[in-house]
């Protein structure tokens, strides 16, 4: 595992008694694709703007390669911004938008023009030296912004909901793009974003947060498989979140209904919620299943069938490349490892606390 | 869709009736003599000595007053913006009120202000400091034109000002500038719009004012705004007033056209 | 650091901005009349001032074009920039350039160019041709906010709207007006605060008799303006931060949710009381005024009237009213500051005055260019107080008595400081003594100014001679970098407040000056002096002839004459008046009744022809222009 890059300890934030960090911890290691994931207000914008140096956290110190940066201005940090709404500067042109970094650190003419060159041919966009940022289109105006942003070599790029302004094909484009990119450069990116699955295809790390805590840390495989609490569950893919009993190791009572599973050590009859994804149901003959239930709504999403089915007054969601008929008696079954038992929380500052160690 | 285009039209007759036959008037009046016929004396009139003098001392106190309150005015918009406070913000429309009290009187009270038994004096002589003689001086004109047209140079500035984005100012010291440098090459050249029209709505004025060398010049001073005022209220000669407008017309069009230069984009923003 | 230096910067600039509106308010409580001078502290021009017509109707009409105007620029601007939106960009950009002409140009160009055309069209300069004029020049600025929020205006919502079964109009109010409504309202303030402001435009397009607060201000400057204007300007003032006070008590931080959730609803409330109550009221109250003032202006507009043009502060209004009440007749009252300044407006015909008080000298002209009409004195039957001496002098510029009927007269001289003049003054000399630089003050009118000087050398002051007049001009030039200030009136308040220590000015003048300043002495120099007679004509236009000749009458009468003379204490050719008076020392005060030796080398003042004219003032520009 290569080293701790930057180090973030113990940051509180608050904005007019508002508390948006609190007491966070977090580091991120070299060449890492990091994702902040979050719904707004959860604290992710704001992190990222402490590491930029735009912010000064309340309480707490950041490190970069073991020297404390918490109170060094922007222009002498040696990360980069990707601006949500790009912020590119409209009396320039794309050349001199690229070049204004080089410039300020007093680069020489032909230095500039090779790397102006450069970036472009890497965001894709060569010849377009003497445009102005008006008249591009969003996604452009995109990759100019992370041109400008690379083209200063900086060791850590920080993107702020860089794609959240553009169409879903354009989104789809630039994600690869971006790995693209980042394999290319070989250094550290934090991205921040809202959208899960922006962060499931191309992070190495996930950080979910929530209400300024972190709520799960984790690869992509770990936080969509095994969601540590129902926040996650939720945030990421489609699931279906059921209180349940743990009647002892490997057995959990679902809706009245006892369902095998596979998780150990909880206490004998302790309520835990039970989490099972959507294309992890199985539909059967009613005969067959653990519960039986009624299809009540059936909608084809091309990949596969959404169904709604009412079982013990509760709606399970499912996905099937089978279909069965609005009215259908079936039988639901689920396999044991399918099943996540997930502690219940019993306020919600805990919910936030726990995940938080 | 194209209905909509009616709606102008009433405007259309307007702008015809009270903008552009007015000034054809003036242009008749000042190409022509007292029988109708075509002459250039009336413009020429500018060129005599004390019109020139007139309109040079004009340009002179106007490009000053101009500069004193683009350099006022701009730090002034910039605490403004700083504050982040609302447009409609208290302080904001502190600058705006005054506005509300005749400008006339207000420019009297400074009479009163700076007399040489006025208000400051007597205080300065009381505090054992020199007192300032002032009055009746160009230098009281351009207080008082600075006084007058200030708030025409700060509200487009903050207006502009306000507008821009505080993540491209981020994103300027991000990518490495101090914050000189970002004033200088992000803030400055974005703020410009609101610039140039604050010195458009601060110079033609007070190039053109008759009022405020009036009162506060005690007549000592004369400016082409009283000349061409003179000419028609005291002298009844409208061609020649009109002549002396058509030539002061041509060097407003030529300052704006220069100073519009410096626009590139000509995005104008007065308010 | 940063901080506490911003604040200073921020103080220092309202301080600037704030001094003058501050010595406005302690003037409006100011005891004394004279500006320069603390009297004491009253509220009696709050009172005053709504007892004065002539001000709350300047009051109503700024209101009134303010309103009117600004309504009007709303509707045709909205509309305009609205019809604009869906024309092609070339034309688009063609006519902002062309509505941007009057926002851009010169105020005196436009305000010209408007007079030319009104004047073209015979129009009648007046309250229509102000409104027409604002109406103009508040269009761009309700373009210029109404544009920036029609652009951000999705023109899809308008559409669908129609989609959805609504009319195009229907559609434009439900769906596009609530959107650009906070440009066009933003527009309408901006519109009212600049025609409410404006001076330089209505200016040049007012006629008789209409005057908004800044004309009317600008005509008092000369001779001092009323405190009452203080008080009117305090109570705006006071009432636009007291509105500005209560659209900005924001709640206070640190509640509780649900004290938050109060005070958000009383600033609703408070908002709404704002945006909608107190505007409401705004126009209830203007609209109010509006039919008190329009009343009183239809009334003023049958036929019934006299329209009299006459100096500033030239007449008790007092003896309006009576003559109002006695007759019936209304009075419709304006005012100029110099014969220069009336005459033109007489020849031109704009405006036709029934009755006008020029002075000896600019009669003569008016015959001479045939625009004075011959009096019935079978109406005039007062004429007989007037002392014979002074019909006898009017025949210099009215041969036979014929047009004229003089009102006032006196002598110009020095007015002195004893205090600061060491010697006492006789000759016109010290006006060019080095000694008393910065300190003198003279008269701002060629004919005075070159009539002094003419004097001081030896020769006449009718003198046509161009090297005499050469060496007058040199003379005055000489004198300019001694000279405080060129001014007419305004040598009343200065002298008073010992801003200077000589004055050239009008002998009517220097009795008030004394009564306010003791330290003050009047001296007709011994080189000699302009006497001069102001007199009552009816130009040949006029509509009114015979109301104009009760109004002459009028004023002819002995008690009224007394009444304008202890108002305006210029000296009286009403021999029945001046028996009146009841203090002895005014009766025969040497200023105001000279004897007949200290007037020997006095001229009077004759019309020298157009050309002589233009001479004149073209060596009094250069003088000026030095």
């Known amino acids: 595992m290569p080293n701790k890059l930057i180090d973030i300890k113990n940051i509180s934030k608050s904005f007019d008694d508002n508390l948006v960090l609190d007491d966070l911890n977090l580091y991120i290691r070299e060449n890492e694709f990091l994702t902040l994931l979050g719904p707004s207000g959860c604290g992710k914008t704001t992190l990222l703007r402490i590491l930029g140096g735009f912010e000064k956290p309340d309480q707490g110190r950041i490190l970069f390669q073991g020297k404390d940066i918490t109170d060094l201005a922007p222009n002498k940090r040696q990360l980069n911004t990707v601006f949500q709404k790009y912020a590119l500067f409209t009396h320039m042109t794309i050349a001199e938008n690229i070049a204004f970094g080089l410039k300020i650190k007093k680069k020489s003419k032909s230095y500039i023009q090779d790397k102006i060159r450069y970036a472009l041919k890497l965001v894709n966009l060569d010849g377009f030296e003497n445009r102005y940022p008006d008249s591009l289109s969003g996604g452009q105006q995109q990759r100019i912004a992370i041109a400008r942003a690379i083209v200063n070599e900086p060791k850590v790029l920080l993107l702020d909901e860089p794609l959240g302004a553009l169409d879903l094909k354009l989104r789809q484009d630039m994600q690869y793009e971006l790995i693209r990119l980042k394999n290319e450069l070989g250094i550290t990116f934090i991205y921040v974003t809202h959208d899960q699955e922006e962060a499931l295809t191309m992070s190495d790390t996930i950080v979910v947060m929530n209400q300024g805590y972190i709520q799960q840390i984790g690869t992509p495989e770990d936080i969509y498989n095994e969601p540590q609490n129902a926040f996650v569950a939720d945030f990421i893919g489609e699931s279906n979140i059921l209180p349940a009993i743990m009647v002892q190791d490997k057995l959990v009572q679902i809706l009245g209904t006892n369902f095998p599973c596979v998780d150990t050590g909880f206490g004998k009859n302790e309520p835990v919620d039970a989490v099972i994804r959507p294309e992890d149901i199985d539909l059967v003959k009613p005969e067959d299943g653990i519960m039986e239930g009624v299809v009540t709504h059936l909608i084809f999403k091309g990949v596969h069938y959404e169904m709604e089915v009412t079982a013990h007054n509760f709606e399970w969601l499912v996905h099937s490349t089978d279909m069965f008929p609005v009215g259908t008696k079936v039988g639901i079954k689920v396999d044991p490892f399918d099943i996540q038992i997930m502690k219940k929380p019993e306020s919600e500052d805990e919910e936030a606390a726990a995940a938080d160690e | 869709m194209n209905k909509r285009k009616l709606l102008a039209g009433p405007y259309l007759f307007w702008s015809v009736s009270f903008i552009i036959i007015p000034l054809f008037m003036v242009i008749y009046y000042g190409l022509t003599n007292d029988n109708g016929d075509f002459t250039l004396k009336n413009l020429a009139a500018m060129a005599t000595p004390e019109n020139l003098k007139a309109l040079g001392l004009s340009l002179l106190l106007s490009v000053i007053s101009t500069t004193v309150c683009l350099l006022l005015a701009y730090p002034l918009a910039m605490i403004l913006t700083n504050m982040k406070v609302g447009k409609s913000s208290f302080i904001v429309l502190m600058f705006i009120l005054p506005m509300w009290v005749n400008f006339l009187l207000r420019t009297l009270a400074w009479q009163n202000l700076l007399e040489n038994n006025g208000v400051i004096n007597t205080l300065l002589r009381f505090l054992n400091l020199p007192t300032i003689d002032i009055i009746n001086t160009p230098y009281a004109i351009v207080l008082g034109m600075v006084y007058d047209f200030l708030p025409f140079m700060v509200l487009p500035i903050y207006n502009v000002l306000s507008k821009i984005d505080q993540n491209v100012i981020s994103a300027a010291r991000d990518l490495g500038a101090n914050s000189f440098q970002t004033f200088l090459k992000i803030i400055f050249p974005l703020s410009l719009p609101g610039v140039i029209s604050g010195i458009t709505m601060v110079f033609v004025p007070s190039l053109t004012t008759f009022v405020i060398s009036d009162l506060l010049g005690g007549s000592k001073v004369l400016l082409i705004g009283n000349v061409i005022d003179q000419t028609f209220t005291q002298g009844s000669d409208w061609h020649t007033g009109s002549g002396l407008s058509l030539v002061l017309t041509i060097f407003i069009v030529a300052s704006m056209i220069l100073v519009a230069k410096y626009d590139k984009e000509g995005k104008g923003a007065a308010f | ?626």
Not at chain 3, 130 to 143: G, S, W
Not at chain 3, 334 to 346: D, G, L, Q
Not at chain 3, 530 to 537: G, K, L, Q
Not at chain 3, 547 to 565: G, Q, S, Y
């Open chain 3, 1 to 626: 650091m940063k901080k506490t230096l911003q604040k200073i910067y921020l103080a220092l600039i309202l301080i600037l901005l704030y001094a003058p509106i501050l010595t406005l308010v302690v003037l409006s409580f100011n005891a004394s009349k004279t500006r320069s001078k603390w009297g004491g502290f009253t509220g009696e021009w709050y009172v005053a001032l709504f007892q004065n017509e002539s001000i709350m109707n300047a009051l109503y009409t700024t209101l009134i074009i303010a309103f009117l105007s600004a309504l009007f620029a709303t509707i045709l601007g909205t509309m305009a920039a609205i019809g604009l939106q869906a024309t092609k960009k070339k034309l688009r950009s063609v006519f902002l350039t062309i509505a941007n002409i009057p926002m851009l140009n010169a105020e005196i160009v436009t305000g010209i160019s408007l007079m030319l055309l009104f004047l073209a069209f015979r129009m009648t300069l007046g309250f229509t041709t102000i409104l027409l004029a604002h109406i103009t020049f508040n269009i761009p600025y309700v373009m210029l906010s109404v544009l920036p929020k029609l652009k951000q205006t999705d023109i899809h919502t308008y559409e669908a709207a129609q989609d959805l079964g609504a009319s195009p109009l229907y559609a434009f109010f439900k769906v596009v007006f609530p959107d650009i409504l906070p440009g066009v309202l933003s527009g309408f303030l901006m519109a009212f605060t600049m025609s409410l402001d404006d001076f330089i435009i209505t200016h040049f397009t007012k006629g008789p008799g209409v005057d908004t607060l800044s004309t009317k201000i600008y005509s008092e400057v000369r001779k001092g303006i009323k405190p009452e204007m203080y008080a009117l300007s305090t109570l705006m003032f006071v009432t636009v931060l007291f509105l500005l006070v209560l659209i900005n008590t924001a709640p206070p931080k640190k509640l509780t949710k649900e004290e938050r959730q109060k005070q958000r609803k009383a600033v609703r409330i408070s908002r709404t009381i704002f945006r909608k109550v107190v505007p409401a009221m705004l126009v209830i109250v203007i609209v109010a005024g509006g039919f008190f003032y329009n009343s009183k202006q239809n009334f003023a507009n049958g036929s019934n009237r006299v329209i009299v043009y006459n100096w500033g502060e030239y007449l008790d209004p007092e003896a309006i009213t009576m003559f109002e009440e006695e007759t019936g007749i209304d009075v419709v009252y304006e005012e100029y500051e110099t014969n220069e300044i009336m005459y033109p407006k007489v020849e031109s015909g704009a405006i036709a005055y029934d009755v006008i008080c020029p002075s000896d000298y600019m009669i003569q002209r008016m015959i001479d260019n045939d625009l004075l009409a011959k009096i019935n004195f079978d109406n005039i039957p007062n004429i007989k107080n007037i002392g014979q001496t002074y019909m006898e002098q009017s025949r210099q510029f009215d041969a036979n008595n014929e047009y004229s009927v003089p009102y006032c007269w006196g002598t110009v001289g020095i007015l002195y400081n004893k205090k600061m003049v060491k010697e006492p003054i006789e000759s016109w000399s010290v006006l060019w003594d080095e000694d008393y630089k910065d300190s003198i003050l003279m008269q701002d009118s060629v004919r005075d100014a070159f009539g002094v000087t003419l004097k001081y050398l030896g020769y006449s002051l009718n003198s046509t001679d161009r090297d005499e007049l050469y060496e007058a001009q040199e003379l005055l030039i000489e004198q300019k970098p001694l000279v405080q200030a060129y001014v007419i009136d305004q040598v009343r308040d200065k002298m008073i407040n010992n801003e200077a220590a000589i004055g050239v000015i009008y002998s009517g003048e220097a009795i008030y000056c004394q009564q306010e300043n003791p330290d003050l002495e009047y001296v007709i120099p011994k080189e000699g002096s302009n006497i001069w007679i102001d007199s009552w004509v009816i130009p040949k236009n006029a509509q009114h002839k015979e109301n104009a000749e009760k109004f002459i009458n009028f004023l002819c009468r002995p008690d009224i004459a007394l009444m304008n003379f202890e108002f305006i204490t210029y000296s009286t050719p009403n021999t029945a008046a001046r028996e009146l008076i009841e203090d002895p020392a005014i009766r025969n005060s040497r200023i105001a009744f000279p004897d007949a030796s200290e007037l020997e080398g006095c001229e009077t003042f004759k019309f020298l022809g157009d050309k002589n004219d233009r001479i004149y003032n073209e060596l009094w520009r250069q003088v000026k222009s030095k």
